[in-house]
């Protein structure tokens, strides 16, 4: 009898970490592998993300991200995210700023009507 076919290794390309208190989302983390980026990835992660956590309330979502970081903010920008803030000297490697980042699902409502 032949083995069962042994189970392919898992990779991970990409993750999202955030967490829902109360009405907000907190954005802690999105990375895709540098070999799958550009490939729409991130922003699938992001909008499944955004969605689950407005299905749990969520009104307000918030993030921090480097100035130098065009990527990054071209997709934030994509999806709608204002700069409401820069957090001084927040990243402890570059010393660099953080800028701060919100996107309000009232606005998306309000200009639906
Ligand atoms: C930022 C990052 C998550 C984007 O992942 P990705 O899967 O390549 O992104 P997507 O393919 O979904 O791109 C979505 C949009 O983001 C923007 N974007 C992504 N990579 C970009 C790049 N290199 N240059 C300019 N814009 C870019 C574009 O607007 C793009 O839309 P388009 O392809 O229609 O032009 C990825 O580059 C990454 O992991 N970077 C390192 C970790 C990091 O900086 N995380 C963010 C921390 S705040």
Known sequence: ?????????RQIWGYLVFWVVADEMH???LA??????????????????????RS??????????????????ALYHSFGFQEVGRRPRYYDDTQEDALLLAYYWE???????
């Open 1 to 9: 009898m032949a083995a069962p076919p042994r189970p392919r290794p």
């Open 107 to 113: 606005e998306e409502r309000d200009s639906d009507q």
């Open 32 to 53: 895709v592998h540098p070999q799958q980026r550009r490939r729409g990835l991130a922003r699938r992660l992001l909008s499944e993300g955004m969605g689950h956590a």
């Open 27 to 29: 954005i802690l983390n």
């Open 56 to 73: 749990l309330g969520a009104r307000v979502a918030w993030l921090e991200v480097r100035p130098s970081n065009d990527p990054a903010r």
